[in-house]
């Protein structure tokens, strides 16, 4: 398949997301919990980086960063905020168990909590995803896209954000714990060039062992054909589809 010229992912209404949360949460916290890793503590890099630009932009009166694996973990983070009203952004790819379960367990307790649905379900999230794409691909012409998520081994088939990104966009998708998995995906592929990208907020292991193991298999048979377009967690925009979760919830 070909691309559509990039499109930024923001429309007007995103944008003036934005702008409410510049004027409305002067007084608010606003925290992001992540999976974080027991295996690799620089995990959270890129949430780390994303609370950074959106702390510098003056957007909240605090920002923070709390993980369900590794430190500070989200109740210390939340701890650090004080009384304060905080704005809770899972940085989650899908709205599942983590994100309706372990979240808010993990915050048990904490008094003044208004929860945003994770980044991931953000509609803007398919432009993202596009314009990441059509930047690493630019003049290589037409290729075949797969969109490699997660899934769930104990609940396989049930729609997710990736699904409705993917169809937005009209690429396959792929899991690493239900069907189809990427070599079902890249078998279908019908161009010589074929790009993956990964479908991950972090940097635990998923990024950095299981998924490049499949391509580096899957790259014995395609060959340079294959291209490894990394993972949507580290694009800089991730930065304003925080801010506008919690904006549009302001309605």
Not at 72 to 77: F, G, K, T
Not at 178 to 184: K, S
Not at 211 to 221: D, F, S
């Amino acid at each position: 398949m070909t691309l559509a010229p990039a499109r930024h992912p923001r429309n007007k209404s995103a944008d003036d997301g934005i702008g409410r949360a510049r004027r409305f949460f002067p007084n608010d916290a606003l925290l992001l919990i992540a999976h974080g890793s027991a295996r690799y503590p620089d995990a959270g890099r890129t949430v780390l980086a994303h609370a950074e630009t959106i702390r510098a932009q003056g957007h909240f009166a605090e920002v923070a960063v709390g993980f369900l694996n590794g430190a500070p973990s989200a109740a210390e983070a939340l701890a650090g905020l004080g009384t304060r009203t905080s704005h809770v952004v899972p940085f989650f790819i899908e709205d599942g168990y983590f994100t309706r379960v372990a979240v808010p367990k993990a915050l048990d307790g904490g008094a003044n909590l208004r929860f945003h649905p994770p980044i991931g379900t953000h509609p803007g999230m398919a432009g993202l995803i596009e314009n990441r794409i059509a930047r690493l691909l630019a003049g290589r012409g037409p290729a075949d896209i797969v969109l490699v998520g997660h899934g769930s081994a104990k609940s396989p088939g049930r729609r997710m954000a990736l699904h409705d990104h993917a169809e937005r966009l009209g690429v396959r998708v792929a899991f690493l714990e239900e069907t189809p998995f990427l070599a079902d995906a890249l078998a279908e592929a019908k161009n010589p060039l074929v790009a993956v990208l990964g479908i991950f907020a972090g940097e635990g292991g998923h990024v950095r062992d299981d998924l490049p193991a499949l391509i580096v298999a899957a790259r014995e048979r395609l060959g340079e054909g294959l291209l490894d377009l990394g993972s949507i967690g580290d694009e800089p925009g991730m930065a304003d589809l925080i801010l506008e979760q919690v904006a549009r919830a302001k309605g």
